[in-house]
T-cell receptor, first 117, second 112 residues
Framework: GAVVSQHPSWVICKSGTSVKIECRSLDFQATTMFWYRQFPKQSLMLMATSNEGSKATYEQGVEKDKFLINHASLTLSTLTVTSAHPEDSSFYIC?????????????FGAGTRLSVL | GENVEQHPSTLSVQEGDSAVIKCTYSDSASNYFPWYKQELGKRPQLIIDIRSNVGEKKDQRIAVTLNKTAKHFSLHITETQPEDSAVYFCAATYTGGGKLIFGQGTELSVKP
C-alpha cells in the first residue's frame, strides 16, 4: 500500500503556543488528505478535508481558526493547532486518499500525540 | 447524514476460535466498505475492503460479507491468533464522496 508519513510523532508544548503537524504522501500524489482526532478508546473523528490548492472543508463543530490546515502541494498537508490549550491534547492522525479501482482508499499516517501543559 | 453502527464494542475469544464483527450503514449511496485494524498507539491499517457489487471477499483468515439490501456488512476472522488482538473499525463511503464514515470500533482480545 501507499506510504503516509506524519511528523512529529509526539509533541509536548506549553499552553498558548502553536504546534504544526505535517502529513506527507511519500510515494504518490494526494489531492485530498484528511485530518482526524482520536480520543482514548474511541473512534476516529474527522476534523477536516484538506484539498490541494484550495481551502479545507471543516466538519461541524471544528473551529477553523483554531485548527489551520494548509495543503500547499500534492504531497504535503499541514495542521497547525493555534494557541493550544490542555483540552486540545489528543492523538491527531492524517490520511491521504488514493483512488484505486474506483475505490476511495485512505492510507493513514502514524499519528501525532499532542500534550499541552 | 451517513451513520455507521458497529457491534460489539468489545469481543474476547480463545485462540483458534472465530470472531465476527458487524456493521450497519444508513446511506444507500455507500458503495465501498473498508475495514481497518489499529493496534494501541499505532496507525489504522487497511486489512480488507469490499465494493458494493460484491457480496463476499476473502483473504486468508479474514473475510468480509455485504448485504446491500439490509445495509449490513461483517468482518469474519477464523483461527484467531493473539496477534489479531487490536481495535477493528469498519467504515463506509461512496465513490466521489471521499469521506470515510467510521464505526465506533471493536476491541478484539484473543486469549492464548
Amino acid at each position: 500500500g501507499a506510504v503516509v508519513s506524519q511528523h512529529p510523532s509526539w509533541v509536548i508544548c506549553k499552553s498558548g503556543t502553536s504546534v504544526k503537524i505535517e502529513c506527507r504522501s511519500l510515494d504518490f500524489q494526494a489531492t485530498t488528505m484528511f485530518w482526524y482526532r482520536q480520543f482514548p478508546k474511541q473512534s476516529l473523528m474527522l476534523m477536516a478535508t484538506s484539498n490541494e490548492g484550495s481551502k479545507a472543508t471543516y466538519e461541524q463543530g471544528v473551529e477553523k481558526d483554531k485548527f489551520l490546515i494548509n495543503h500547499a502541494s500534492l504531497t504535503l498537508s499541514t495542521l497547525t493547532v493555534t494557541s493550544a490549550h490542555p483540552e486540545d491534547s489528543s492523538f491527531y492522525i492524517c490520511s491521504a486518499r488514493v483512488v484505486e479501482e474506483a475505490k476511495n482508499i485512505q492510507y493513514f499516517g502514524a499519528g501525532t500525540r499532542l500534550s499541552v501543559l | 447524514g451517513e451513520n455507521v453502527e458497529q457491534h460489539p464494542s468489545t469481543l474476547s475469544v480463545q485462540e483458534g476460535d472465530s470472531a465476527v464483527i458487524k456493521c450497519t450503514y444508513s446511506d444507500s449511496a455507500s458503495n465501498y466498505f473498508p475495514w481497518y485494524k489499529q493496534e494501541l498507539g499505532k496507525r489504522p491499517q487497511l486489512i480488507i475492503d469490499i465494493r458494493s457489487n460484491v457480496g463476499e471477499k476473502k483473504d486468508q483468515r479474514i473475510a468480509v460479507t455485504l448485504n446491500k439490501t439490509a445495509k449490513h456488512f461483517s468482518l469474519h476472522i477464523t483461527e484467531t491468533q493473539p496477534e489479531d488482538s487490536a481495535v477493528y473499525f469498519c467504515a463506509a463511503t461512496y465513490t466521489g464522496g471521499g469521506k470515510l464514515i467510521f464505526g465506533q470500533g471493536t476491541e478484539l482480545s484473543v486469549k492464548p
